[in-house]
């Protein structure tokens, strides 16, 4: 059974600090991985997607892949409570499946 | 500007009762797909569809069907609800597999 792990906190960090967020995945043979956030009540939207080793940045969102130790982690700089949401991480594995993670709830402090 | 768009918010059907659940999207995507969201358990792929009149079953097709008579439209269908089929039903859609999946608002179905 291939999977995709997030702690699923919450987890809790004060304005303006760094949000980390992580993400293991199974199967060895993942090729395109995903962040989405999902506020409570609505649908998930892509923040980011990543398909190489190392960072990609965006804004205040870097996302990082490390495909030998099989985890994808998501950075918030400066965080803001509007970042405050679940955040889940999604790893294609091939055919027609992209697995999901069950996300992180992340709580920004004002 | 992306648009996937859901038959309805919210629902409330009797068990026993034939549900059907409707998905439009207008990006000429080939893929489409159903999924239900749990609390916990993220969200689990009930069916896909890489084109009109072609399905391939997800991780927890049962009790479901679907149909796609036109490339834009992807309908879920419950033969007989039943009160574990109460969920969040979000549909989905994609230009090639295994990129970005735009998401409709998502469809709360409770089954008393």
């Known amino acids: 059974q291939k999977e995709v792990e997030q702690n699923s906190g919450p987890l809790s960090v004060p304005e303006g600090a760094i949000a980390s967020l992580n993400c293991t995945y199974s199967d060895r043979g993942s090729q395109s991985f995903f962040w989405y956030r999902q506020y409570s009540g609505k649908s998930p939207e892509l923040i980011m997607s990543i398909y190489s080793n190392g960072d990609k940045e965006d804004g205040r969102f870097t996302a990082q892949l490390n495909k030998a130790s099989q985890y994808v982690s998501l950075l918030i700089r400066d965080s803001q409570p509007s970042d405050s949401a679940t955040y889940l991480c999604a790893v294609y594995t091939g055919g027609f499946k992209t697995i999901f993670g069950a996300g992180t709830r992340l709580f920004v402090k004002a | 500007d992306v648009k996937v768009t859901q038959s309805s918010r919210y629902l409330v059907k009797r068990t026993g009762e034939k549900v059907f659940l409707e998905c439009v999207q207008d990006m000429d995507h080939e893929n489409m797909f159903w999924y239900r969201q749990d609390p916990g358990l993220g969200l689990r792929l009930i069916y896909f569809?890489?084109?009109?009149?072609?399905?391939e079953k997800g991780d927890i097709p049962e009790g479901y069907s679907v149909s796609r008579e036109k490339k834009e439209r992807f309908s879920l269908i419950l033969e007989s609800a039943s009160t574990n089929q109460t969920s969040m039903y979000l549909c989905?859609?994609?230009?090639?597999?295994?990129?970005?999946?735009?998401f409709g608002p998502g469809t709360r179905l409770l089954v008393l």
């Open positions: 569809s890489y084109d009109v009149k072609m399905k």
């Open positions: 989905a859609s994609s230009g090639t597999v295994g990129e970005t999946q735009y």
